[in-house]
């Protein structure tokens, strides 16, 4: 049983390599195919519209709780792979990208929430701190792309897809290989196609997704936006700095977060901590005028970070609420029906910046984030009681 988690996580981090792949490498396939300025935010959101209709299709049908997790995580990781694998071709077009992109977020929905599925059907006591470490893995995943765009500098930028590929393969291999049904697996015993419509109705879960949504909203759209703002500082100082090491430097600090919060939900009820990463990111949100334009380079990369660490703390612990107050046979699905919803808003953001940025100075554009960590927080005030001192030891997790 012990080592069933460090494979788990492993797995997810090699698999969820692929999600920034395309993001890592668009400065130079930009070049190449001359992409306008704008593409940025259409590449990032084609992968959001595919996880989206993934977890649409995998919840409606509740593929996550009917068929064995690990299968489900190796296909979807070999098909999502394929995908990835294909932006590569020579004389590819814009559209042609977006469309296998997108194929590629499709699959993540059976890699990213099947994983935490996963994990829930092995742990059960202390389990908000044992999958602390595998949203951490999530956050380091979705990272490694620009560290190996950074790595592999001198090379032509197909060898970064060539390696996330080869990763994700590896990862749903040992999935399969190495980690069958859990113990406290239960399966579904039939396609329950109300399941998706049920989920809101029961208050606490409602409460816990509004904090996740508002969570989501400055997210992905931080993440995406970073290496623009990053390579905007070099030009209008004049510096060289790496915004592909930068850029995964920042995003992957959030892997340390999330597992200080697991370990810290043991003292802590998931909604403190969640209400103050909360409410800590959407500060930065706020004042990132003053601090990221700034001459300090030092100023900048050390707020970045702590606002790196601030944005997915509360990821781990917005899930266990909602897996917590999720029936067992379901929980797999009312996971993924919350991810689906999250990563929509997603979208809503990323194009949003991408809008402003055609019509604003950069130096504007973070502000805007902090609407949904402020939502957020609202929505939690909301709920009551999200989770009792009894149901407190018992705990899931969710990004």
């Avoid at 930009?30 to 993934?54: C, D, R, W």
């Avoid at 049904?181 to 997704?209: E, L, W």
């Avoid at 915004?243 to 892997?255: E, L, M, P, R």
């Avoid at 029936?327 to 809008?355: K, Y």
């Amino acid at each position: 049983m012990k080592k069933i988690l460090p494979l788990i996580v492993l797995s997810q981090f090699l698999s969820t390599s692929l999600w920034f792949a395309g993001n890592a490498v668009l400065p130079d396939f930009a070049k190449e195919i001359k992409l306008a300025p704008e593409y940025l935010g259409h590449l990032t959101s084609a992968v959001q519209f595919g996880f989206i209709a993934g977890t649409l299709v995998f919840s409606i049908l509740t593929v996550a709780d009917k068929f064995s997790p690990s299968w489900v995580f190796f296909c979807s990781s070999v098909v999502a792979s394929a995908f990835n694998f294909a932006i590569r071709i020579e004389d590819i077009s814009a559209l042609e990208i977006l469309l296998f992109r997108f194929g590629t977020g499709f699959f993540l929905a059976g890699i990213y929430p099947v994983g935490m599925k996963i994990a829930s059907d092995y742990f059960q006591k202390g389990l908000g701190k044992s999958l602390g470490f595998l949203i951490g893995a999530l956050v380091l995943g979705t990272a490694f792309p620009h560290l190996v765009r950074s790595f592999l500098d001198p090379l032509p930028w197909r060898y970064v897809i060539d390696a996330t590929t080869v990763l994700a393969l590896i990862g749903g291999l040992t999935i399969v290989a190495f980690v069958p049904n859990g113990p406290y697996r239960k399966k579904s015993h039939g396609f329950d196609f109300t399941v998706f419509f049920k989920v809101f109705k029961t208050k606490s879960i409602r409460s816990a997704a509004y904090g996740y949504f508002g969570h989501m909203w400055e997210l992905y759209a931080f993440w995406a936006f970073l290496p623009f703002i990053l390579q905007y500082y070099n030009s209008i100082h004049e510096l060289q700095l790496d915004a592909a090491f930068w850029s995964f430097t920042i995003i992957a600090v959030g892997a340390i977060s999330c597992s200080v919060a697991g370990i810290l939900s043991g003292k802590f009820t998931p909604k403190a901590i969640a209400s103050f990463a909360l409410a800590l990111s959407g500060i930065c949100s706020f004042i990132s005028p003053l601090l990221v334009f700034q001459d300090s380079q030092g100023v900048l990369l050390v707020f970045l970070i702590v606002w790196g660490l601030a944005v997915t703390a509360d990821s781990p612990m917005f899930s266990t609420m909602v897996a917590q107050n999720a029936p067992e046979a379901t929980r797999g699905t009312s996971l993924t029906i919350v991810n689906s919803v999250g990563f929509g808003i997603t979208i809503i953001s990323i194009q949003l910046l991408n809008f402003l940025s055609l019509h604003l100075d950069p130096i504007y554009l973070f502000p805007v984030l902090g609407l949904g960590p402020f939502l957020g927080l609202l929505g939690l005030g909301f709920g009551s009681n999200l989770i009792s001192k009894k149901r407190h030891s018992k705990q899931n997790i969710n990004i």
